[in-house]
């Protein structure tokens, strides 16, 4: 393929009208913020999605035989395509999910850094090595390699559709297994361009990395289909779901679930810091972050102050498609239904509400939400137990930091959290102690952007991890080899060793 029709097949792929299989029915992407159509997807059954993982298997065969050196050699090629039109596809994440260009641009970024980092660690990771033999196989040699797994499926999430997606994909990339991605109904044009970019970036294997659109069944037909194994993220519902069909044929699975992911303010804590923090992990996206901060738990000392400093920032914040705006629409309309539910019970329930400046009636249609904060809440407020995904924050007031602590552990979730402390043995001892995946420290959502950090949760937050060592080692199974050096005098492990030679164990 000559590398205009490359670039042809991008922009189709972009524009939503490419499809490598026979289908009737379709559906259509549209952009959150007009209602304006980005893309019409086919929607691919059983059959189809068949014979998608069957070319992958065909590919991974030939992706895997390229061995280390010759994937690194591709993942920077397509790693270097993301880069070099990574305004295009910014463009088109603010189109079809609706942030800011700017927070999609980082969203790449941090896309390709990891890239880059599963690439290069590859062969550390996973490469053959020798482990001791130990005492009893002392005249042994022991090998242990960490193989592919053949084809690994991937169902995204809409809220961050190349990065949380990716972190899967490019960590099962370079592990050599192919690759078939499931994008969200909300986002499949995002996940189209992805392959197409791969097409045009690595097209001795394009096969190797194939996407597959359309709704639930499609992505229980890719449960189904016999991988070696299903990477999903979303909702904890669906999670079980997607367990059970993949339960039928004993596919593996990794579930990255959502969050009621919390910060603890301490009284020693740099307040103005940790209100700025606990705003864009609040309200970034829309709210639309698994990792996000939904509650904060501040003690006495030091409540009234960070409660007037989030107030004050929260004020000035202001949705909308523009250049200017802070954060954009929500994606899936029905879920800003559960956020108004929240925010409605949270005042009948007794607790305060204080809502930013910007003026709704100015918005093109009701997928913009204007910010809350939400104060004086019990324990067992929907707000507070239950996931909201959407740009409000919870601040509770506690005692002391153990109290907050024991708080934050109490939810069914366990993705991540944060802690503020200018104490350093302190906040560490917090975060270690925290019932999560992952804790920032005098942050939010740091440990996303560090590649050789594992990202994953406990709890309903889910199983598996991606991303670093973790990440790589999740996508494939571990091979222990054993190779006789030298024979011994007497064989142990045989029935003609000589007789009266019983085994004992010495003391």
């Known amino acids: 393929m000559s590398l205009a029709e490359q670039m042809d097949t991008v922009t189709d792929a972009s524009a939503g009208t490419v499809d490598r299989h026979e289908t009737t029915e379709t559906f259509e992407s549209t952009n959150p913020a007009s209602g304006a159509v980005v893309g019409v997807f086919p929607v691919h059954d059983a059959d189809a999605v068949d014979e998608t993982v069957e070319r992958a298997r065909a590919a991974a065969e030939t992706w895997a035989a390229l061995g280390f050196d010759g994937r690194r050699q591709r993942l920077t090629a397509y790693r270097g395509y993301l880069a070099r039109r990574i305004n295009e596809l910014a463009d088109l994440v603010h189109r079809e999910n609706g942030k800011p260009h700017a927070d999609a641009i980082l969203e790449i970024t941090l896309t390709i850094d990891h890239l880059a980092w599963a690439a290069t660690h590859a062969r550390r990771v996973l490469g053959q090595r020798r482990v001791r033999a130990g005492m009893l196989a002392a005249n042994h040699a022991a090998y242990l390699e960490y193989q592919p797994l053949g084809v690994v499926g991937v169902i995204g999430p809409w809220n961050y559709p190349v990065f949380t997606p990716m972190g899967s994909i490019a960590y099962a990339l370079a592990a050599g297994n192919a690759v078939v991605f499931k994008p969200s109904e909300y986002t499949p044009a995002v996940g189209a361009w992805l392959a197409a970019a791969w097409r045009a970036a690595v097209p001795d294997v394009e096969d190797a990395f194939q996407v597959v659109t359309g709704f639930g069944p499609t992505g229980?037909?890719?449960?189904?289909?016999?991988?070696?194994?299903?990477?999903?993220?979303?909702?904890?519902?669906?999670?079980?779901?997607?367990?059970?069909?993949?339960?039928?044929?004993?596919?593996?699975?990794?579930?990255?679930?959502?969050?009621?992911?919390?910060?603890?303010?301490?009284?020693?804590?740099?307040?103005?810091?940790?209100?700025?923090?606990?705003?864009?992990?609040?309200?970034?996206?829309?709210?639309?972050?698994?990792?996000?901060?939904?509650?904060?738990?501040?003690?006495?000392?030091?409540y009234d102050r960070f409660v007037a400093e989030v107030t004050e920032q929260v004020r000035r914040l202001r949705p909308g498609s523009d250049d200017e705006a802070t954060y954009g629409p929500m994606t899936m309309a029905s879920q800003g239904g559960i956020v108004r539910r929240h925010i409605e019970e949270a005042e009948t329930g007794g607790g305060r509400v204080v809502r930013g400046e910007a003026d709704p009636s100015l918005f093109p249609n009701e997928n913009y939400l204007v910010p809350a904060v939400l104060l004086d809440l019990p324990e067992d407020a929907a707000a507070i137990r239950e996931e909201t995904f959407g740009p409000t924050l919870a601040i509770t007031k506690v005692r002391d930091a153990e109290e907050a602590l024991e708080r934050v552990n109490a939810s069914s979730y366990g993705l991540a959290g944060a802690v503020f402390s200018r104490s350093k043995t302190k906040a560490m001892d917090l975060a270690r102690r925290m019932r999560s995946g992952m804790t920032s420290v005098n942050s939010v959502l740091t440990f996303a952007s560090v590649p050789a950090l594992p990202f994953g949760g406990v709890g309903e937050s889910g199983f598996g991890r991606i991303h670093g060592e973790d990440g790589l080692k999740e996508f494939t199974r571990a091979k222990a080899i054993t190779r006789q050096r030298v024979a011994l005098p007497v064989n142990l492990m045989s029935f003609s060793r000589p007789p009266r030679r019983p085994m004992r164990w010495p003391g």
């Open 220 to 302: 229980a037909a890719l449960c189904r289909a016999g991988v070696g194994k299903l990477a999903f993220t979303g909702s904890a519902p669906t999670g079980r779901k997607v367990m059970a069909a993949c339960a039928e044929t004993l596919t593996p699975v990794l579930m990255e679930l959502g969050g009621k992911d919390a910060m603890i303010v301490d009284d020693d804590a740099d307040v103005v810091a940790a209100a700025d923090a606990a705003v864009w992990g609040a309200m970034s996206n829309a709210g639309q972050t698994c990792i996000g901060i939904e509650r904060v738990y501040a003690t006495s000392a030091v």
